[in-house]
């Protein structure tokens, strides 16, 4: 909790100074990354046992608990993914821009019969998770549930109706701007086009 005043005195959207690690020791994270390869989506990413489990979410998560939104599971991340911004170079897997669109802690809130705590790795072979988030976009329960509907073993993400619920807000299209740096999707290929992967801010390019 050591940079919680640091970051209450500052809007990461309109400064490009960091945000720090967004997370404690030991506290599991979840990142979205808003990513245009051949079609834009947003990745969505739980630390669970050393890796991001993840999901592509073609529309983007809702705040309104009325809105299932398809989320198809990919392929585990390496943790230090959830740092990655920038444009993945055309003819490499996923070509195109990626933005840190939200990131924070998260919290277990799914319990057994017996009121104890169900392992992540149990709710993700169970393809039932239920986490709480506080993002800087996204905060409150959310559920990744599996669902065979259209028998390809894909997923719905749907907020839970809790105090955090809110049909009115629509982050994906009110804030679209990456929380690291500020940027839109649009701004970070711009930048790739031009030659520029100078995300650290360092003044080199490599
Ligand atoms: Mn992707």
């Known amino acids: 909790m050591s940079l919680e005043e640091y970051r209450e005195k500052r809007d990461f959207r309109r400064t490009e100074e960091p945000a720090g690690k967004p997370v404690e020791e030991g ?21 669970v046992d050393g890796v991001l489990k ?31 911004e920038g444009v993945i170079p055309e003819g490499e897997y996923g070509a195109g821009p990626v933005l840190v669109w939200d990131r924070g802690p998260y919290r277990n809130i799914r319990e057994d019969d017996d009121g104890e705590l169900v392992p992540l790795t149990k709710q993700v ?3 039932h998770i239920t986490v709480r988030l506080q993002g800087e976009k996204l905060r409150g329960g959310y559920a990744l549930i599996r669902t065979d509907f259209r028998g390809e073993g894909n997923w719905i993400l749907v907020k839970m109706d809790d105090d955090e619920a809110d049909a009115r807000r629509n982050p994906v299209s009110t804030e679209p701007e990456s929380i690291l ?26």
């Not at 979840?30 to 051949?38: M, N, P, R, T």
């Not at 983007?60 to 990655?84: C, N």
């Open 27 to 47: 506290e599991p994270f979840f990142v979205i990354q808003e990513h245009d390869a051949s079609n834009r989506h947003f990745d969505f990413r739980l630390e």
């Open 54 to 84: 993840s999901w592509a979410v073609p529309k983007g998560p809702s705040t309104d608990p009325s809105e299932q939104r398809l989320a198809i599971p990919t392929e585990d991340h390496p943790v230090e993914y959830a740092d990655f």
């Open 181 to 206: 740096s500020g940027r839109t999707l649009d701004e970070v290929a711009a930048e790739g086009r031009d030659g520029e992967s100078d995300r650290d801010g360092s003044g080199e390019t490599s």
């Open 125 to 127: 072979e169970d393809g």
